[in-house]
Every structure is written in structure tokens, then in C-alpha cells.
């Protein structure tokens, strides 16, 4: 259905992706040009794309140094992983059940789950953290993964999806005399593969990037994650060493980008396999 | 006599499946409910009560004030800015980046070549921790020695003094908060695109749909129905929600123009430590947000339909 | 396989030898302002730990700023997460003391006898204690100075090598860099943020934030109406934009500012940031009123948290040791801090060296005489207040209130968040 050929509409949509990207590129353009300058070299009258003398070397060294970048990359990863398959193995029966199943408890269900859509961990950190505290698990990988094993953003997710799939999939399973258990394994799950996928994203996304609870929790630096030790190179009284900063930061947003990166070639044969199958 | 059993035998067997579904939904549901009990409902119920004290971080008892911070409230005119400014960023960032979202999820979507760079190139900035990205900013909106200025000045447009100004710096603030979601929702949208079948198009040719805005009207909007929904949903929860980029850019200002309510209630208890104040503050906030979200969900899902 | 037994053999037996034969003492230690201090407390603790090898330092995760610092503690104070020994902005020791977190310094120092032969003389002690108690032991000490960027004072017809040396001059000279045209600013003013650079202006007056019986706000009298009336002049004629603070710094960093008004405690930072690109100077900030003016003192303190006696023990030697002047010799090269011990100063053991060798220095340590502390408001809302201040000078900035009426609201406002007694 995609055209080999230039028309004139084409080469518009084309445009208009390729100017809306560098727009949203260019402070990534930045970011890469920072990090490769010394301190002097950032602040100058003049916009200088590429650096005077290549610092990228020297900043680099100094955001591996100044932090333990594999211990954190690890956490970061660990915490990441265990919270998307609590996440998941928790969400997909809940939403199973409120898509397919009858059950009394639905519509208070729904009223919870915008609930929990609703409630910011900001709002709700201080109850929490002195909950912790009481049962001395601060400063732990529990402390970073526990709240958000409860994603009710997968719930909905899933809910939506699972709404839109045929129910004559599931009747034709349940005939064959299936239990529920094994429909939630067998049918839903590959069925719910695009859902899934773009779920992980989001997921592993927000909670690599989580600065606010991890701040609260963790004062350990062996559970440290790695917004965490990006905090090493701010500094309020006198400004930051922005090129050992963007450095930091582009050794940390790496990984995702290669995560996402996997997750598309993933997304693009999930799709595939249910275009056959539909 | 066998008819009446042919017939009573199902029934029973009917009601007793039912029960047997119930209780199975119960089951599949029971852990996410527990974990909502502990995570949302009960620190929720502890923040309500907390609203009506007058406890302040550091103190090892604290004081029932009744109504007292809510009295309060009503006259705070940082408060009332706040929830004026939290509007009008709502008001901005949701609907441009759920159209934005849309726009690019369809062209590439249509498009052939470069799909895996288009997405990544959109879902990197969702992709990328605020704090360091906030700093980038920081520089590309320099007033003086800022690259988006030094633009605008060769073009010959007006250079305006974009996070330090009252009468700009929220919508600086606004130009990053969609930059930072238009990737989220682009990415759900392609989701929502690519579960829809292609026979549908294909019939809608056969019945006529010519042009690519006749397909989006007949097939492609309302199969985007459950997916806008949610998108919609989320994307005035998440604006309502911003805090980070007013926390690293702005802490407010200048003098509370970009004051927004989840940071008042970070200031009022984590930095002036007024815990009790700040929970009653917590309190409105979420009351608002639920109403919001509530009326928004049930005006749209009338309007959606399922297969 | 012969070659991996003697590495095997090796190890076990450099391990026996480098494990203490004797208990060791762990201290947890946290700071603020990593990107400033990481190194210096690296540097300081890893010293600390060679002369002292039963004592084990170990940093807990530092905060960005002092406001974070003082927010963690009171969050961590009593629960399992609370460090042993923290370093605390000067203006929020009232707050942990209002709290009674910190351990009380005035015993230790009295069994100790000698602090004043260590370089703590009285005065120094003094930029520490809360009415009178010893909260802590400063650390890192610093005062508002001014910074100059030679080439543009130049090019506005100034003398470098003469700089301004009253508000007047200032305003007058900045008003000429603006003149030059080129996106060049006059000046940059350091009034976000917190009270510290008001207070600047108005301690240089004479003035004082409250009355003496800390009930009145004391901070809109002359001396006050004198300070915002300055800020204005700096706007209307010395050239002052509305920068944030972020961007102020950057932009006299890339040359584009003729004046900056900040903490010395930036200086290495600016230095780095300067480079090669223009001539930097520094240079005492003009006092309104030359003869009783005063300039506040920023920077933070050492203040032990523990109470258990072993632990207590090893953080006084540790405190000691940051405070003192080994501390100060590392603390002032690597920030720009002016030194908290008389000792460290003058001996050419420590610091005697370095300032002959590093002019851009002695602006601040020539300002140590008019110091006085860091104004801490009393009461619960003492943050809120300083935040107050900062607000309505920012109107005076941006034009859209005259500094009467911003101060006279400015007082109204603190003077209900004061405590009632």
C-alpha cells in the first residue's frame, strides 16, 4: 500500500516528518555538542556546533569517575526489570477479568483504577516513606519496587485492548473446555502482544527515569539509580559542569534508546503476526 | 416431565457458571486490588487525614486543626495562581500533543522509508531524564547567548526573554511539556493504527472512500475511538500532573507566573515543611483531578464503541 | 597452575595484612552541593582516614542544594536513615536546632580547651552557634564580591586595574558597558534564590532583617529603602536584565556581562567557565554605608548527629578535622570559599602560599573583618519567608512595582509568618 514513487504528497508528508524530527532532535544536537566541549568552551557568544578542541574523552572519563556508572546502570536495569514483570503478571488477569468476565465488583473497580491513575507518587510519598521507614525497608530494592508494582496505567492499557479483541476467540477457547487460567495464558497473552510491548515501553521509560521516589528512599549509594548520579553534577551556589552533565546523561539515556530501539523491531513482528492471523 | 428437567438442568448449570466466572474474576483481580488498598488507598486516606492536622516535618507530635488549612486555602493567593496556571498549561500542552501525536503517528504510519528512525527520533525526548534535558533547554532558551533567540533575531522577529519573564515563562514551559509528550502519544496512537484490519479500508474503497481523508473519517477515527479515549484520559492527567520542568527551569517563577500545583504542594511540604498544609492542599488537588477526569470519561465514553 | 597458587597465596595473605586487627568505627557522612564538594570531600576524608585508621568514612547520597540538605535531614532525623554527620547551610542551623536534631557542640569544644590554638578563634566559632549554643563548626565560609570583566570595563572607558568602589561608580560604569551596545549587558545582581545578596545591600547599609527582639520586621526602615531603591537604580541605569540565575552566569561567562554580584564561593566555576575568553577580576563589593556596613556570610557548617558515645567521638575528630585548617586548605583552592580558620590563613603551611599566588581570591578574604551570620528567621515558616523577599524584589526587577510599595508588602507578609509569642 506504500508507494515507490515521489508524488507531490509524498514528498510533503515527507517534509513535515523530517522538519518535525530535527526539531525534536535539536536539543539532542546540543546535548552531543556540549558534551564534547570543556567548561570554557560551552558558554560563548557565538553558537558553535562543533567543538573547539574535542573534550569528549576528558568528559566522559569524568561522568564514568565521579559516579559509579555501572553499579548504577545495574540498579537502574534490575529495578526496571522486576517492576514491569510484577506489573504485567498483576495487570494482565486484572484486566482480563473487567474486560471479559462478569463480575459484581467491576464498575468499583473502574472507579479505583481512575483513581490510581489520578494520585501522583508525589502526592502520596510521605505516607509511604514513613510506612517504610516503620518497617525498617528503606534503602532497599522492596522500597524501589513494591509501590509501583501496581501499575493500573497497565490495567487500563490492557483494558482497552482486551475490549476491542473478538470474543469469539475466547468462546471458541472455553468450548474446548480450557479453564480461565490457561485462556489468560494461551489466548490473550500472544494475542496481546502490541499492547504488551508498547506497555514495556512506557513502563521501562518512566521508571529508569524516576528521580523523585528513588531520591526519597535511597540515601545508599549501592541502591542508587541512575537520575540519582546525575545529581553529582549539579551544584545550586555556582552552576554545573555542563559537559561532564550532558556526558552523564547521554551514557544514561543510551541504554534506552538501544532498549526502544529492540522494542520496535519487536513491536513491528507482533503486528505482523496478528496481520496474518486477522 | 424431561422437558421441564431438559430445561431447569441448564438454567441451574447457567447460574452456577456465572458464580463460577465471578469468582474467578474475583481471583484474577485480587492482587491488583490488594496492592491498590495498600498503595493508593490507604496513603491516600492518610494524606485526607493529615490535611485536617497542623503537622510539620521534623515534629514528633502533631495537632487536629479541622478546617483550619482548607480556611486557609481559600485565601492563598499563590494557590489560586497556581490552579489558574495549572489550567492554562492543561489547557495548551494536552490538545496540541494529542493532535501532534496523531499527525505523526499517521504520516508515518502512510510512510514507507525510515519508520524505525521517525519513532525513535519523536520518542526520544519521552525517553530522556527531564533533569539534564531541562538543562538543555535552559541554554536553548537563553535570552542573550540562547540558539532559539539568535534565530529569531536573524529573522528579524521579537527575541523574548522566554523563562524569565512572568508573561512568558509559562508558555515556555508549555513548548516543552509537548515536546516531552508527543512521542507518548504518537506511540500509542501507531498501537491503536495498527490493530485496526485492513479489510476495513479495503471495504470502505469498495463503498466509495476515495480520498486518504475519506478513509480517516470512515475507518480510521472511529476504529481510534477506545485508543483517543485513552490517550485524551491520560494526557490531561500527565499535564495536570507537570512538575519536574518548573522544579529544575523555573521553581515557580518568576514571582509564581509558572507556579503549578504540584510543586506548590512540593514547596509547602517539603521546603517550608508545612506537611498538614500541604495534605489539605493534596487533598483539593486530587478532588479536582477526579471530577475532571471523571465528567472527560464519561462524555467520551458515549461516544466510543467496541467491537 | 603453580602461577595461580602463588596469586592465590598472594592475595589471601595481602588480605590478612591490610584487615585491622581492631574494631572499626563507620561514620555515615552527608553533604549538599556535590558538584562543588565532591572532590573536597574526597580529598578531605580520604586524608582523614589515613590519619585515622580505625575510623571509616562512608558518604551517604548527597543533596543539590542546601535546601534539599536541610529537607533530608529532617526527614531522615529518627529514623534508620538518619547520617551520622551532615554539613547544614549557615541560615537553616536555627531550624535543626528549633528541632533539637543536632548534638550540642558547647560541651565537646569546653573538654577540648585549645580550639582557639587549632585556628577556631571565637569569632569563627560564633558563625556557628544558634543564641549562644554551638550547632556546629563552619566549614566553608564565603561573602558576596564583585567580579569584573576587564576587557569590557576597558572598552567603557574604566580602569581595570581601579575598580569602582561605590555603588555609584558602579551603576555609572555598568550603564556605559550597556551603552556598548552588541547584546552586552551592564550588569548581573544575584537577587534570586534567597535573601542573601538583600541582605548584601542591606547589612552594607547597616540595617538588620528584625527588630532586636526578633517581634518586628526591621528590614523596610532606611537602611532597607536604601537597598531596593539601589536595586531599581541597577536596573533603570546600570543595565540589569531580568536573568535567571542560571542564565546571568552563563551570559558573564561568555563575555556578554561588564559586572557580576555574587558569592565568592563561585569563583573556581567562573573560572573554568571564563577561561581564556576575556580578562577576569575580582574585586570587595561596595558598602552603602562604608563605615558601619556589613556583609553576610553564606557557606555551611559540620554538625554532628549522632548520639551514640563511640560514633559521637569519632565525628568531633572528624568535624575537627574538616573545620580545621586542613580542611580549609582544600576547601578554599577547589571552591573559591574563603578559609573558616585564622590558622590556615596565614601559615604558609596551608594557605599563605596560595593567595600570593592567586590574586582572584583575596577579594573575598579581604572581606572576612565585616562579616557577620546569615540571618535565620525564627519560626516554622522560615523558608517561606526568604522565598517571600525574593518574590517582591522580583517585581522590582521586572518594573511592575515601585521598591517602596514591593518592600513595604514584602514586610506586611513576613511579619504575619512571624512566630506569634
Redesign the interface.
Known sequence: M???SFTP??IL??S??IS??LI?????I??IS?AGK????????A?RLIPTHFFYVENITKALS?VPMGRLLLNGVLVCGLIFFFQVV??I??A???AK??????RL?MV?I???????I???A????VAF?NL?L??SYTALV??F??S??A???FL??F??M?DDLIHAARLDGMS?LGI?ARVIVPNAW??VT?FA??SV?AH??D??WP??V????AY?T???G?????????????GA??A??LI??LP??AA??LA?KRFVEG?TM??LK? | MASIAATTIPMQSAAKHERSEARTALLFALPAIILIVLFILLPIIAVVVLGFTDFQLGDKSLRFVAFENYAHLLKDRTFQKSLWNTAVYTAIVAPVSILLGLGVALLIESEGIGRSFFRTAYFLPVASLIVAMATVWQYLFHPTIGPINALLGEIGLPRPNWLASSSTALYSLSIIGVWQTVGFNMVLFLAGLTAIPRELYAAAEVDGAKSAFDRFWLVTWPMLGPTTLFVTTISIINAVKVFDTVKVLTEGGPNHASEVLLFTIYQEGFVYLRVGYASAMTSVFLAILVVLTFLQYRVQDRQVHYT | MKHITQILAAAAISMVVSVPAYAETTLTVHYPMPGFFKNVMDTISKKFMEENPDIKIQFAAPSATYEEGIQTILRQAGTSEMPDVTFIGLNRLRMIDERNIAVDLGPLVQKDGNMAEQGFSDTILKLAQVKGKQVGLAFATSNPIMYYNADLVKAAGGNPDNPPKTWDEVITLAGKIKALGNGVDGMDFRWQGDDWMFSALLFGAGGKMLSDDESKVAFNGPEGQKAVELIQRFVKEGGLPVFTKSAGEQAFAAGKVGFEFQTTGALVNTIKNVGAKFDLRTAKIPLIDPVNGHLPTGGNAVVILTHDQVKEAAAWKFAKFAAGPYGASVVVPGTGYVPNNELAAKSAEYLGDFYKKNPLFQAGLSQMPVMIPWYAFPGANGVKVTQTIVDNLSRIVDGSAEPKEALDDAASDVEGMLPRS
Open positions: 506504500t508507494s515507490t504528497g509524498r508528508r515527507l513535515l516528518l518535525g524530527a525534536f532532535l535539536a536539543p539532542y546540543f546535548m556540549t570543556a567548561q570554557d568552551d560551552i558558554f560563548t557568544s553558537l565521579k498483576i495487570a488477569p486484572c482480563y477479568a473487567m468476565l462478569k463480575f459484581p465488583a467491576a473497580m479505583l481512575m483513581l490510581g491513575l489520578l494520585v501522583p508525589h502526592a502520596v510521605l505516607p509511604l516513606y521507614n525498617a528503606l534503602n513494591a509501590p508494582s501496581i493500573v496505567f490495567i487500563f492499557m482497552q485492548f475490549r476491542a473478538p480461565e489468560v502490541p499492547a508498547a515501553i512506557f521509560v529508569w527515569n528521580f523523585y531520591l526519597i535511597i540515601s545508599n549509594q542508587a541512575p537520575p540519582l546525575l545529581m553529582y553534577f549539579r551544584a545550586a551556589e555556582s552552576g554545573d559542569d555542563y552533565l550532558m552523564a546523561t544514561i539515556t534506552l534508546v526502544f530501539l520496535q503486528i496478528t496481520g486477522g
